[in-house]
């Protein structure tokens, strides 16, 4: 795994890291007290924050990543090193006995959550060549134009995108998008179509959402294109 070690123990971060990458990991140091400057973490698999019991900095980490823009796809460890820490004053032996003991916990706790099934990121937005959607704040841009959608319009064009190069048929809207299985209702799809047709493409050289005769609609780039 990729790891970020943050840690207030300064004198252990080379010993952990060590270890951490003969087990076959990357590993990537920030010996930060407050862990501030979270800006940046998708590349990380594991954040591995180790703080004495005393210091609350661990935890100040961990509701920092909720601050974070950046979406993160990461899994957290927040290792108590009270022992250590202690050790600190003692002398040379008490130190290796409480440092061997903490990667000893660091090794078992790694091994556990790098068994775990990996979480996607989440996307929030839909891309077709220019246009887009973003499904947090329910905004629609074409070529850095905003497109007023009515919900509707939204949710039909939403899974028209998520069906992007398909074929979708009128049956299929119905169904995804109204709720409904009776295909005599179908003119209400064409006229959902022809309005939001005119909104996405109509000012717009490059038309995306295409009828197939016949059968449906198609919403994607063209091969002429």
Not at 86 to 111: K, S, Y
Not at 196 to 221: E, H, S, V
Request: glycine content about 6%; charged content about 25%; hydrophobic content about 40%.
């Amino acid at each position: 795994m990729n790891i970020l070690l943050i840690t207030s123990l300064t004198d252990f971060a080379d010993a952990i890291t060590k270890a951490l990458q003969q087990a076959g990991h990357d590993v990537e140091v920030a010996c930060n007290p407050q862990g501030d400057g979270l800006s940046d973490l998708s590349g990380f698999d594991l954040l591995v924050a180790v703080y004495p019991l005393q210091d609350s900095a661990g935890l100040t980490i961990v509701r920092a990543l909720h601050n974070v823009k950046t979406k993160v796809s990461m899994l957290v460890l927040v290792l108590p090193a009270g022992l250590v820490a202690h050790a600190e004053q003692a002398g040379p032996d008490t130190r290796d006995t409480a440092l061997n003991a903490l990667l000893v916990e660091l090794h078992m706790w790694v091994e556990v959550l790098g068994r775990r099934p990996r979480r996607r990121k989440v996307s929030t937005s839909l891309h077709i060549g220019d246009l887009e959607i973003n499904l947090l704040s329910r905004h629609v841009v074409r070529r850095g134009t905003p497109i007023e959608l009515t919900p509707r319009e939204f949710k039909l064009l939403e899974y028209l995108m998520r069906q992007s190069g398909s074929l979708v048929t009128r049956a299929m809207l119905l169904e995804h998008v109204w709720g409904m299985y009776d295909e005599t209702q179908t003119s209400i799809v064409e006229t959902e179509i022809c309005r939001l047709r005119r909104k996405i493409d109509q000012d717009f050289d490059r038309k995306l959402l295409n009828t197939i005769r016949g059968l449906g609609y198609r919403l994607g780039i063209t091969k002429t294109d």
